[in-house]
């Protein structure tokens, strides 16, 4: 409890589940573009172009997934913040494009999220789940020039007359956001919508 008897923040390390996923991605297809390559080598030493040229490409693209994942590491593992709070939610993004709303201004808010399908064995064992905050304002045309930095974020994949804030593939965040709206915001709080599967995270 704070000093004035409120529950403390909840607050949502966006940065560092981020940059935890690209490393632990990029040194997976580094390594898998490596193999491929020598695999590649050693085929067209045996006197195999065909097996070697297709090796190569794969180990080409693995390579290169690995090296934009080092590329891209310092913009994607920014300190970014969700906050949840007595005030209202707001996303701490000192590099990018912060923002903060208070619960009177929101009509409705909810979590959404959207289960993968298994269309192959790596997808039946390791099921993503792609995680979204909808925030729906009380009045859009006054609440949308007061809030700039949230335009792109404006019906945003199939929300409708809300925001949608992506959180990727984040399961995990889903229990203690779901904790924090309900702890501050249960009158505007509509729970977690399930949307079904899709093909692909989007």
């Excluded at 390390?13 to 050693?42: E, M, Q």
């Excluded at 693209?61 to 970014?80: E, H, L, N, Q």
């Amino acid at each position: 409890m704070t000093a004035w008897g409120a529950p403390p923040p909840v607050v949502i390390d966006l940065g560092k589940s981020d940059t935890r996923k690209v490393l632990t991605g990029g040194s997976v297809a580094g390594v898998l573009g490596v193999l491929a390559l020598i695999g590649a080598v050693t085929a067209f030493i045996d006197g195999e172009p065909v097996g070697g040229t297709i090796a190569a490409i794969i180990g080409i693209a693995f390579t290169f997934i690995g090296v934009m994942a080092v590329v891209k590491w310092k913009t994607i593992s920014r300190p970014r913040k969700l906050i949840i709070e007595q005030q209202g939610i707001r996303l701490d993004d000192p590099q990018g494009m912060p923002w903060a709303v208070g619960w009177q201004e929101l009509g409705a808010i909810s979590i959404s999220r959207t289960q993968e399908r298994a269309v192959q064995l790596a997808d039946a064992l390791v099921r993503r789940t792609l995680v979204r905050v909808d925030l729906h304002p009380r009045d859009p045309q006054r609440f949308r020039p007061a809030h700039p930095t949230m335009e792109p974020l404006w019906e945003f994949h199939r929300v409708q007359n809300g925001y949608r804030l992506p959180l990727g593939d984040s399961a995990g965040f889903i229990g203690p956001i779901d904790q924090g709206l309900r702890t501050f915001a249960p009158q505007i709080y509509r729970g977690v919508i399930d949307e079904g599967f899709s093909v692909g995270l989007h």
